[in-house]
């Protein structure tokens, strides 16, 4: 008797389940995983992922501090440790590159490349003031953010030592650093309650918000930040230097990051389909999934395809593009594919059954 009880009861959960289940299809239930998707993007996705920038972002500036006080190679290594852990929330960061970000320039400001090692030793050369003003001033924004840090840490050909940074490269790095941290922490209060709140705009999303008059707005606005990223780094971060066959316009040149700055990325645009940075949410996925499973699968795995693809290049991608070649097409045929179904089938799915 307890047997066939636990198995009537054990038959009746699974099929409330697969009701549930089912039920996802219908309108209010795929309205709930709409406005799930949206606010897990706010709080889940973007503001914890510049939460995370602006902290790393410090650990960076104190890091640097403590090199230019102590200057030993064991300095020198953390502060690299520290510039490459930055690089990964960055990254991660730009798949969802839109908003603030985009509209004040956040990124231009801090991650413009190429960078010519020319300015930069000019730059150094020069009487120019480098105090955290003087970057925030300069017009050539090549000459301030992310590079010119890794130009410091790791030198031209990437043997920097800490016995070899100059003074005036330790004044350099000291208000480059001040400055990157400064804009972290600007761009984290732009989208936060308590500064700009530019994530509320995307929780109005159809229920009165001047950017977003329509909850498809807010979707197709993410759809953009991912489909920009990755063309960006197919089309742009990687082919470019590829076709040409030069390394000095290659994204992080002197310590040789460019192919985890690629991954991830990819990784992040990922996670943003997902709607997860750290934590786990409700994303994209959760709502092709209900009405479309097939899609869910061929985007999930045109994703993991092409960021699986990075593994195939073994050498930093400024010796890559020269002795890998096939290894690179492969990655920029695996990202051409994907940026073709992010723009075509899933921009089609939204435009046809997000419907406020």
């Known amino acids: ?21 089912a039920d996802v299809n219908t309108g209010s239930d795929f309205a709930k995983i709409e406005e799930q998707a ?14 995370e920038l602006k902290t790393k972002a410090s650990i960076l500036n104190t890091a640097i501090s403590t090199l230019n006080i102590i200057p030993t190679d064991a300095n020198l290594d953390a502060a690299k440790i520290a510039w490459r852990d930055l690089r990964v929330t960055w990254e991660r960061c730009e798949g969802y590159l ?55 840490l790791w030198g031209k050909e990437g043997l920097q030592t800490a016995a070899g940074i100059t003074d005036r490269q330790k004044q350099y790095v000291t208000s480059l650093s001040l400055h990157l941290k400064s804009q972290a922490e600007k761009l984290y209060s732009s989208w936060a309650p308590g500064g700009g709140n ?10 009165g918000s001047t950017l977003y008059p329509m909850k498809k707005d807010a979707f197709l606005a993410i759809l953009e930040g991912m ?25 992080s040149p002197f310590s040789g990051n460019s192919v985890s700055d690629f991954r991830n990325n990819i990784t992040g645009a990922l996670n943003v389909y997902k709607g997860k940075f750290n934590d786990d949410g409700v994303g994209l996925n959760e709502l092709v999934r209900a009405k479309n499973i097939a899609l869910d699968n061929e985007i999930q795995q045109k994703f993991n395809t092409a960021i699986n693809s990075f593994n195939s290049i073994t050498k930093p991608f400024e010796q890559a593009i020269i002795s890998e070649r096939i290894q690179c097409q492969t990655v920029m045929d ?16 939204i435009q046809q059954n997000i419907t406020d």
């Open 334 to 349: 695996a990202l051409e594919a994907l940026s073709e179904t992010l723009d075509t089938k899933l921009r089609a799915f």
């Open 198 to 207: 530019y994530g509320q705009h995307l929780l109005n999303a159809g229920k």
């Open 227 to 251: 489909l920009a990223i990755c063309e960006e780094v197919g089309e742009g971060k990687m082919k470019e230097p590829f076709d040409t066959q030069d390394p000095n316009i290659v994204e």
């Open 1 to 21: 008797m307890k047997s066939y009880t636990l198995l009537f009861f054990f038959g009746a959960a699974l099929l409330a389940g697969s009701c549930r289940k």
């Open 38 to 51: 949206i606010s897990d993007f706010v709080h889940v996705v973007a503001i914890p992922g510049y939460d």
């Open 98 to 152: 839109f908003g603030p970000v985009e509209d004040d320039e956040y990124d231009p400001e801090t991650d413009t490349w190429p960078v010519s090692f020319n300015d930069l030793d000019s730059l150094l050369a020069s009487s120019n003031p480098l105090g955290v003003d003087d970057i925030e001033a300069l017009n050539q924004r090549s000459l301030k953010g992310y590079h010119p840090i890794e130009y410091v």
